[in-house]
């Protein structure tokens, strides 16, 4: 099946930091990419949406000055969070696929971000 | 969007049919129905995807209802494997193709 990877799958860092999350999707040029963020004990919960070329579309309640989002092709999309604090610790989630209804979002394996 | 609501938990026999119901009464037309699993502390796994007919593949059988109201995933021969959170999305075409991940059912496979 297709195959997305998400590096690093662990980080931590002193509040304050920026820290950038890279997704790839390695079989196949991903048109959109989604980015998630999930607590412990909860559901995945969708921040953006990210069409290459294009500015990424945030849900609401999401700081797009916050999470700084690119796409520049179609195989890579980042995710920056700007000066971290204590409650920007999660597990942040990309998935990539292809603009149709018909085709599956695939998901990386998620990075682990502790901010101390 | 249509929204989907699953049980927050079952069980199921080692070996045997693992059946997790969702229901999804305010689905569109064009909307599609898919499902995912989470093993703890990984992404999100795709299992199947159907629209309104019954679609099997090698990890699972999706049975969606003629009115397409609910839909139930079946593993037929449940392992220990299988034990994970079992999302049931509808995906909405006309604004993105979005998931909106509801709470899932937790299922524990008991040896």
Redesign the interface.
């Known amino acids: ?1 297709a195959v ?1 990877s ?1 590096h690093p799958s662990r980080v931590i860092c002193k509040s304050g930091t920026s820290v950038k999350i890279e997704c790839r999707s390695l079989d196949f040029q991903a048109t ?1 990419m ?1 980015w ?1 963020r999930q607590f412990p004990k909860q ?4 921040m953006a ?1 990210s069409n290459e070329g294009s500015k990424a ?1 945030y849900e609401q309640g999401v700081e797009k000055d916050k999470f700084l989002i690119n796409h520049a092709s179609l195989t890579l999309s980042t995710l920056t969070v700007t000066s971290a604090h204590p409650e920007d610790s999660s ?1 942040y ?1 990309c ?1 990539a ?1 292809v ?4 085709y ?7 990075t ?1 971000l502790s901010i101390l | 969007d249509a929204k989907t609501t699953q049980p927050p938990s079952m069980d199921c026999a080692e070996g045997r049919a693992a059946n997790l119901p969702c229901n999804h009464s305010t689905i569109s037309g064009n909307e599609y129905v898919y499902w995912y699993r989470q093993i703890h502390s990984q992404g999100p796994q795709y299992i199947i995807h159907g629209l309104k007919n019954n679609e099997t593949n090698e990890m699972a059988s999706l049975i969606i209802t003629e009115d397409r109201k609910s839909s139930t995933l079946i593993l037929p021969h449940a392992t220990l494997r299988d034990t994970a959170v079992y999302y049931c999305i509808v995906r909405t075409p006309n604004t993105g193709n979005q998931f909106y991940f509801g709470t899932g059912t937790s299922l524990t496979v008991i040896p």
């Open positions: 099946g997305v998400q959109t989604f998630y559901s995945l919960m969708l949406t579309t597990f989630i998935s696929t603009t149709a209804a018909v599956p979002q695939h998901f990386g394996d998620g682990r």
